[in-house]
């Protein structure tokens, strides 16, 4: 590649890193801390304004991918987004 292809390049690496920050702070997003291992909570849809917004029952994550993790309900592995789980606190001070 020429020389000017690679200065167009690295610019252009540079600017969309520079609009994903501005994203990301807008949106105030930020990293995932859940690990295969965790206990997690299934978000679950609303049906009367009674229902809770998590199923009661906590679930085993087996593996996470990106924003992707599989998690295990009674032997069985159900694929789910991180922004639809709720990580259960590890030291019991949720209660």
Same mark, same amino acid.
């Given at each position: 590649?020429?020389? /000017?292809?690679?200065?167009? =390049?690295? %610019?252009?690496t540079?600017? #969309?890193? %520079? =609009?994903?920050? +501005?994203?990301?702070? %807008? =949106?105030?997003? =930020?990293?995932s801390?859940?690990? !295969?291992?965790? #206990?997690?909570?299934?978000?679950?849809? #609303?049906?009367?304004?009674? *229902? $809770?917004r +998590?199923?009661?029952? !906590?679930?085993? /994550? /087996?593996?996470? $991918?990106?924003s992707?993790?599989?998690?295990?309900?009674?032997?069985?592995t /159900?694929?789910?987004? *991180?922004?639809?789980?709720?990580?259960?606190?590890?030291?019991?001070?949720? %209660?």
């Amino acid at each position: 590649m020429s020389d /000017v292809d690679l200065t167009a =390049r690295d %610019r252009d690496t540079e600017l #969309k890193q %520079r =609009r994903k920050d +501005y994203t990301d702070s %807008r =949106r105030n997003a =930020r990293d995932s801390n859940i690990v !295969p291992g965790n #206990k997690v909570l299934l978000q679950q849809a #609303k049906e009367n304004k009674l *229902s $809770t917004r +998590y199923c009661e029952n !906590p679930l085993t /994550v /087996v593996d996470k $991918t990106g924003s992707k993790v599989t998690v295990q309900i009674e032997g069985r592995t /159900v694929c789910s987004e *991180s922004c639809a789980l709720a990580e259960i606190c590890r030291w019991n001070c949720c %209660r």
